[in-house]
Each structure stands twice: as C-alpha cells, then as structure tokens.
C-alpha cells in the first residue's frame, strides 16, 4: 500500500513530539527583561554664611548660585539661585559649584552631593564702609552727597571704579582690603578723596571733609539790582578750563574752595568777573553788565 507523500512515519512522529514538548508546538523561553532603574533620591542641603572670626551668621544681604559642576560644558549651568539667607535645597546627587554674594564679597565652595543630608556654611572676609562728609563742622545733608570707590589698578594712582553714586549713611558691604574713597558735595567740583582700609568683621565711619561754598551767580545792571534773565553763565578755573555752564536769571552751584572767572553772555553781549570761593561762605556773584 502506498503512503501519501508528506506523511511522515509513525515513529518519526513520535520522535519529534518528544523533542518539542507537548504535541507539536515548540516551547518558547519568555524573554529576560532587567526591572527598571530605581530612582536616586534628591538630597537636602542647608547653606549658610558667616564673616572670618565671627560665629554668628549673616542674616541679610545674601545671593545665592548653584551651578552644575560639568567640565564637558562650555559654561556653567545655573540649578538655583535664591536670596534667602540660610536656603535649604533639595539637589539631585553630584557636583556642584556653590556661589555667595555679599555686597561685593563673594565665596565659593565645590559641593558633591551624595546619598545624605549635608550642611555648608561659607566664611567670607568682608566687612562695612559707611560713609558721611562734613563742611567746617558741620554735616552735609546726605541727599547733597555721593561718593565713588576705588581699588588700586596697575599704573593707575586713581585706580578702577567698583562702586559709584554711593549713598551717605548707607552701609556698603565690601571684601577686606583698602580703598579710595572720592566724596561729591553738589554736581560741580567739589570733591575730598581720602584712603580707607575695610576690615573683616567691622563696620569703619569714614567721614569726608569738604572745603567748599555755594554761590549764585547773577548778572545786574547795577550792584543789588534785579538779576537779568536768560543769562548763559560759564564758570572757569584761572587757567581756561570749564568747570559748568547754566543757563537762568540766578542759577546756584557748589564749587571748590579756590578762584574763578565766570562769563555771562545775555543780548549778543559778554561780561566777564573774577570771584573767589572761600570755604563755607555761601554768597551771591554779581557779573555788571558794562
């Protein structure tokens, strides 16, 4: 008898059944899939800072900067930034570059975070410059006043600006070290300058002394008489140069102590009169009209 052609043979049959299992159908292993990553916790971390020599912590005043500490960047990058004075933060584990600012102090601090709680605090060296003037003995009203400071540069008495329009009786936070100090009374030129150290933990008054007066210039066509209106006044030092040109019938200025000339121009003509400043003797200038 013959067989179909893709029968198989009863024992082939048999055979086979053995070797994939159960009937026919071959078993297939499940696949092996790793669980997934269990996520790191972020981490509390309380910063704080204080001044060099003193264990209490400053309460005001602070900027705070976290960066990612990340050589491959090609800048830092800011994670947090918050004026609280004592901030505690919750950061991903890692590192990170911790920035302060006080006034113009500043510290730094590389910070690694890891899998517990940490605490930095900051010391800065850093103190306060207050700052006030006074003309004879008398004060000068602080809305009269600002100052400018300085730091030495390289070949540079002057040195470079890091502070301008300062404020009087306004409490200036700065790094240790010394400074010039350059005091304005008025708009004109009346300045005292004066050399200051700041000191780690103190708070130093310097106060200004002025030499100077206030005048109001006038042009009259006679001594005493009504000041002329829409006047061009220009004050000049002995030697040409321009200190401050005003434009009114009596016009006011803070000047140095020292001699002057001041040119009235009114109606296409010019007037010229010397003048002297002596200081804190507030007067009137009369430039005659002739």
Do not use: C
């Not at 500043?106 to 605090?121: L, M």
């Not at 933990?201 to 002394?209: E, F, T």
């Not at 040409?240 to 434009?247: F, L, Q, V």
């Amino acid at each position: 008898m013959l067989m179909p052609r893709f029968a198989r043979p009863l024992g082939a049959a048999l055979a086979l059944a053995a070797l994939t299992g159960h009937g026919f159908a071959q078993r297939i292993p499940a696949p092996n899939i790793a669980p997934p990553p269990m996520a790191v916790p972020a981490v509390s971390v309380t910063l704080s800072a204080g001044l060099e020599g003193d264990a209490s912590l400053l309460r005001s005043g602070l900027v705070w900067r976290v960066y990612a500490d990340n050589a491959d960047a090609d800048k830092a990058v800011l994670v947090r930034k918050t004026d609280e004075p004592a901030p505690i933060l919750t950061l991903d584990p890692g590192a990170y570059i911790v920035h302060v600012t006080w006034g113009l102090a500043t510290g730094t601090r590389r910070v690694v975070v890891g899998q517990t709680p940490i605490n930095e605090k900051i010391m800065l060296s850093a103190g306060g410059l207050r700052l006030g003037a006074t003309l004879g003995d008398m004060r000068i009203p602080k809305d009269k006043l600002s100052f400018s400071i300085y730091v030495t540069a390289n070949n540079d008495p002057q040195g470079r600006v890091i502070v301008d329009n300062a404020r009087a009786d306004e409490i200036i936070r700065l790094p240790e070290g010394n400074y010039r100090v350059v005091s304005t009374y008025g708009d004109t030129n009346a300045n005292a300058a004066a050399d200051v150290r700041v000191e780690t933990g103190k708070v130093i008054d310097a106060i200004m002394r002025h030499r100077a007066a206030t005048v109001t210039l006038k042009l009259v066509a006679n001594p005493g008489a009504e000041a002329i209106a829409n006047t061009t006044f220009s004050v000049l030092t002995p030697g040409g140069d321009t200190i401050r040109e005003a434009i009114g019938a009596f016009p006011s200025m803070t000047l140095a102590e020292g001699d002057y000339i001041v040119i009235a121009r009114n109606g296409g003509r010019v007037f010229t009169q010397e003048f002297k400043v002596k200081s804190g003797v507030d007067r009137d200038v009369e430039v005659l009209a002739r």
